[in-house]
């Protein structure tokens, strides 16, 4: 079997959850079958993976026309080096329509796996404009065309049925997010920490995400304002949407640094091996996201043996048991106020009780060692790629 994987991201431009899962999920692929990855960017040297830049004549062009242009050169490339290909597997809408057109173009399966959700994401049209029409209609068009549907959650699967009810409910696969716990597993070097002025000697609480409405920054903010005092806050926040957005979370940084000592903003993208530094030397790791299909970067924080703080939404409670790895917080758009009392409580508590978050931390590392292994993933994936061909 010869699979076609596309992708937006791959190593080593990688920024999201989904660069993560196609790079993990490609590595235990290759032990199995023989695939190709196809990945929007600069040339990698990787064999077997082609990269596509924006063709020349899109790049003034909205975003939304620009990965269109890409998809397009990708569903052109698939098979061609390699030989023929028994299925697609695209990951995101940017990369979507190209494996649409592929399936149509060689008559073979397309599978997609869903990391998120247009119609979920309205805050998209800030970045996209009227692109964020054209990407609801590609992820829209191939998912209602795919042979299957791969959800990483529970919580992940009703979205995709809601969204889209016309897509056969036997069609959509759960088959979650991974995590390589040899990779991400506690450290014990701090220099990380001394170069931004972290402290060990008193607690950090970690975020790490884009600057972007999804990952709810602009809550965590809000709310670090009444964390205990002497609490450290580590933002490992970059890439913002929009310019808009940008100058929002710089305000509201600005301001809280003005008000307590220990918050520390790191904007660029720090390697693995210093990130690990922070996961493993935090006490509390804060997803507040209002939209999260499951959350790689919890389940990162949980192998370095982080207790885990997050908003109850999508598949965030299939991977932080409540009680248990961490504690989830009730979010509602209606009620702001009360998601912000949530994280606040839910975060002091912890740091209240030292004994009870190293407890949660060493139960995240067993939940990942023990559910979340990219073998059996890519296993149970090269098994419903035979489902489809």
């Known amino acids: 079997m010869r699979a076609a994987l596309v992708s937006r991201e791959y190593p080593p431009e990688v920024y999201g959850g989904a660069g993560v899962h196609i790079e993990f999920l490609a590595r235990e692929l290759r032990k199995l079958i023989d695939i ?125 049925l809601t969204a889209y009810p016309s897509i056969d409910p036997a069609k959509v696969q759960i088959i979650p997010n991974g995590i390589d716990t040899e990779l991400y597993a506690p450290v014990t070097g701090r220099d990380v920490l001394e170069r931004y002025g972290l402290r060990e000697d008193q607690p950090i609480v970690l975020f790490v995400g884009r600057i972007t409405r999804q990952k709810g920054v602009a ?32 305000a509201g940084v600005a301001e809280l640094q003005s008000s307590r000592e220990g918050v520390v903003w790191i904007q660029e993208m720090l390697p693995r091996e210093e990130l690990l530094q922070l996961l493993t030397a935090s006490d509390v790791f804060l997803c507040p996201s209002i939209y999260e299909p499951q959350g790689i970067v919890n389940l990162e924080a949980m192998a370095c043996e982080t207790a885990v703080v997050a908003s109850r939404v999508g598949g965030i409670p299939d991977v932080v048991v409540e009680g248990e790895t961490g504690l989830l917080v009730d979010y509602t758009a209606e ?50 790629y035979r489902s489809v061909i």
């Open 335 to 384: 009620d702001e106020a009360a998601f912000h009392t949530g994280l606040v409580e839910a975060v002091n508590g912890l740091l209240a009780d030292p004994a009870r978050t190293r407890a949660m931390g060493l139960a995240g590392r067993d939940r990942a060692v023990t559910h979340y292994g990219w073998d059996a993933i890519a296993a149970r994936t090269v098994e419903l």
């Open 36 to 160: 190709e990855v196809h990945c929007f960017g600069a040339d990698r040297s990787e064999p077997g993976v082609h990269a596509y830049r924006t063709p020349a004549g899109l790049s003034g062009a909205n975003a939304a026309l620009g990965t269109f242009g890409v998809d397009l050169e990708i569903a052109a490339g698939i098979g061609s080096a390699g030989g023929p290909v028994d299925v697609v597997h695209s990951h995101t809408w940017y990369a979507n329509l190209a494996g649409h057109l592929a399936s149509m173009l060689y008559d073979v399966p397309h599978v997609v796996t869903a990391h998120s959700l247009e119609p979920l994401r309205p805050w998209k049209a800030e970045q996209l404009g009227g692109g964020y029409r054209l990407s609801s209609w590609a992820e829209r068009t191939a998912y209602e065309g795919a042979a299957a549907v791969v959800a990483v959650s529970k919580g992940m699967r009703q979205d995709i």
């Open 219 to 250: 809550h965590l903010v809000a709310a670090a304002a009444r964390f205990a005092p002497g609490a450290q806050l580590a933002l490992c926040a970059g890439a913002p949407d929009t310019p808009e957005l940008a100058a929002e979370i710089a």
